[in-house]
């Protein structure tokens, strides 16, 4: 994998890292490289890496207040078996169960997914209905980003040079109900062909509140702003998510690609839309 010109850096702080960053501008970070690895197996000309897998102030669960914090180099594995992360962040965890296979989330980062900024991201769309922020860390600052402004299209974000992601930040969402649901090629080790993640808060068999995110439909995970508005004040039942199929299937415009064709992807919004209805029923 390796030829005479490329460099392999283990940093084991924040700081170290983001030193190497400036001085190797052109190296790839690694962190649990189920993507990075195979990118670059039948590469001729290998790139610096930078392995951040022993950074751990990036590491570890914690709550402070009101809010979660998921280091960058969390596991999925580990998120799933995170009980707080379950008590606050459910629709999380769905996802993460869903992701690659065993070994995958074993290795998988919350923070690698995050940074490839792919559309098709099953955690993305979670993130987004959890309203999270991403912190970044730079030399000698950090500064923290709604995931809503952090990702500008396939496989681009808002990261500048020299900037690494450290954490996600999640408020605490105990009152809320969540489902992910996907489709994909087969029930597990396939890319998304659409993605979905909804939260309700439901009181008195009311919708109070409503978030949906989607996945795979755009080129950001994207907030489906028009079915959420249409669904709060109205009854948890199967006359209001009629009426919001309708209109989650009009707020989108997906391309064809080698996944899926556009109209298939425009249907199946609705058609996950309803699932997620039932898992909360």
């Known amino acids: 994998m390796t030829n005479d010109k490329s460099q392999i850096f283990s ?18 970070m690694l962190a649990g490289g189920t993507d990075l690895l195979v990118r670059l197996k039948d590469k001729i000309n290998q ?14 669960i914690s709550a402070s207040n009101d809010k979660i914090k998921i280091g960058a180099l969390v596991t999925f594995s580990e998120i799933i078996e995170s009980e707080l992360v379950a008590e606050n962040a459910g629709v999380l965890v769905q996802a993460a169960e869903m992701i690659g296979s065993p070994q995958i989330r074993n290795r998988g980062t919350i923070g690698g997914n995050i940074a490839n900024a792919s559309p098709a991201g ?19 600052y950090s500064r923290t980003i709604p995931i809503k402004d952090f990702f500008k299209g396939p496989g681009k974000s808002i990261l500048t040079d020299g900037e690494i992601i450290t954490a996600v930040i999640i408020p605490k969402m105990k009152n809320w109900e969540g489902a992910f ?25 009311k919708i109070e509140e409503a978030r949906i995110a989607l996945g795979a439909v755009a080129p950001t995970v994207i907030r489906a ?57």
């Not at 099953?122 to 000698?140: C, K, R, T, W, Y």
């Not at 959420?228 to 199967?238: A, H, I, M």
């Open 11 to 28: 940093p084991v702080y924040v700081p170290e890292c983001l030193n190497l960053l400036e001085r190797f501008p052109n190296a790839k």
């Open 225 to 281: 702003e028009k079915t959420e508005r249409c669904l709060v004040g109205k009854k948890f039942d199967n006359d209001t998510l009629l009426e919001a199929k309708k209109i989650i299937c009009e707020e989108v415009s997906p391309i064809s690609d080698i996944r899926s064709i556009a109209e298939y992807r425009k249907e199946m919004c609705g058609v996950l839309l309803e699932e997620a209805f039932e898992q909360l029923k």
């Open 122 to 140: 099953d955690s993305i769309p979670p993130l987004f209905v959890l309203e999270a922020e991403i912190e970044i860390a730079g030399m000698n």
């Open 181 to 205: 649901v996907r489709l994909g090629q087969r029930k597990a080790l396939a890319i998304s062909k659409v993605s979905l993640a909804l939260l309700l808060k439901i009181k008195d068999d």
């Open 47 to 60: 790139p610096d890496i930078i392995d951040i897998s022993h950074i751990e102030e990036m590491k570890g």
